[in-house]
Structure formats: C-alpha cells, structure tokens
C-alpha cells in the first residue's frame, strides 16, 4: 500500500536529519500540491463515513489524521495518529507523525508501550527501533532512545547501506543525553549554592514584658540605693 511504500523514506528521513520529524508524507517523495480547506473538510467527511464502515482499518485512521494536520486541528491529529497505531502496532509512520506532533505525555507513553512491544516481538526491526527512539527523545529520554539504536546496531542487524545514518542519529541522541545531564548538575549546583547563602540571623528583640520590668525596676532605684556609691 501507498502508506507501506513511504515508510521507508520517513525512517531514512528521520535518520538524516536526526531528530524527530514533522515532514510532510508523500507517497511519490514530491511535496504534494497544498489542497483547500474546503476539499480537506470535504476528504474527511467522506473518510469518517468509510471509518463508520471499516472501523478497523488503520489506514483510514492514518489519512483522516493527515487530512486533520493539513487543516491545523493538531490535537485531532495526534487522536488519529494514535488511533491508527493501536489498530496497526507497525504503522511506523504513524508513529513518527505523532512523535512530531503531540506533546501529550500519556499519549506518547502509550505509543511507546506498545512500540516497546513490538520491538520485544520483532528486536530485528529497524524501523520499529527508529520509530521508539523517536517517541522516546520526545519524552526528553534521550539515553534509552540512543539504547535502543545502539542494541540493535551491535546486534549486527542494521543494514550496510543504512548504518552510517543510524550511527549518526545515535551520536546525536547521546549529544543530548550528555547535554541534559550536565544541565541537570548545573542546576542542582546552582539549588545548593543557595542553601548555603543562608542569611545572619536577626538579633533578638527584647520582649515588652522584658521592657516593662526593666522599666518598673529604673522607677524603684533611688540616690544612694542599689548602684549609685553611699559615700562620695
């Protein structure tokens, strides 16, 4: 299928470009030709009537959700997206759609649970493992996003042709991974050189009973009494 057929070329865009992309899907490799808000709004009409029919076809749920991104409903975008990966947990370019476009944690965590399956069920995959790494360094965790590229690539298992751009995207990750933990130190130095500044404590302040007694006392002292000498 049409979808199938650009998978390729979304992983391998991914690679170059090492970072989670937001490209644009076509079945050709040409940018398609921008379409109006009304055919878009036509297209999902008919496609949400077919989803009615054949709710189990995740490729419905993949172009209804291209069709939503083109018309700016991002949100309902990512709900297509993941819609389509929990019918199809191999739709790999579902996936990378969604890591480019939601910014729902519990959403991306479900994806990654079930790409984390997958991976278990087919460890060899390499688009499965770029797909995970890509949800994994949109959660910000970039070492196991690395990981899961770096098993694979000492597995053997990454084609010739495609290990100079794995092992680009793994030395990018790793940039990052490297690049959060010593923003990671700095902030905790920086908490802790706080603490130590801890300001000279304020010197007690006499209470108005001191005051009072010291007041009372001053009254009862007469010439020649208590401090003041008797003789000259």
Same mark, same amino acid.
């Given at each position: 299928?049409?979808? /199938? ?8 865009? &991914?690679? @170059?470009?090492?970072?989670?992309? &937001? ?19 036509? %297209?999902?009409?008919?496609?949400? %009537? ?7 076809? &995740?490729? !419905? ?9 083109? !018309?700016?409903? =991002? $949100? ?6 993941? $819609?389509?990966? #929990? ?5 790999? @370019? *579902? ?21 984390? +399956?997958? &991976? ?32 694979? =690539?000492? *597995?053997? #298992? @990454?084609?010739?042709?495609? /290990? ?21 130190? =700095?902030?905790?130095?920086? +908490?802790?050189?706080?603490?130590? @500044? ?5 010197? +007690?302040?006499?209470? #108005?009973? $001191?005051?009072? $007694?010291? #007041?009372?006392?001053? *009254? ?13």
């Amino acid at each position: 299928m049409r979808i /199938k057929a650009t998978l390729l070329a979304l992983g391998l865009l &991914c690679l @170059v470009d090492a970072v989670p992309a &937001c490209a644009q899907v076509s079945g050709s490799g040409r940018s398609p030709q921008p379409q109006s808000p009304e055919v878009l709004a036509s %297209e999902l009409r008919l496609l949400r %009537e077919q989803v009615r029919l054949h709710p189990e076809d &995740c490729q !419905l749920q993949y172009r209804i959700g291209e069709v939503l991104r083109n !018309l700016g409903r =991002t $949100s309902e975008a990512t709900v297509a997206y993941a $819609s389509a990966t #929990k019918l199809s947990p191999d739709l790999y @370019v *579902a996936y990378h759609q969604l890591s480019g476009l939601s910014s729902d944690p519990e959403q991306l965590d479900e994806a990654i649970a079930r790409l984390t +399956a997958r &991976c278990q069920e087919k460890p060899d995959e390499l688009m499965g493992r770029v797909a995970l790494s890509e949800m994994l360094e949109k959660r910000g965790n970039f070492q196991l996003a690395a990981r899961v590229l770096i098993d694979i =690539t000492y *597995a053997n #298992k @990454v084609p010739e042709k495609y /290990k100079a751009k794995v092992s680009g995207r793994i030395h990018h990750l790793l940039a990052l991974a490297k690049s959060a933990q010593q923003q990671e130190v =700095t902030e905790v130095t920086v +908490a802790e050189e706080q603490l130590d @500044v801890v300001p000279s404590p304020l010197p +007690a302040q006499p209470s #108005k009973r $001191s005051i009072a $007694s010291a #007041k009372m006392k001053d *009254a009862r002292e007469v010439k020649g009494v208590g401090k003041v000498p008797l003789l000259p």
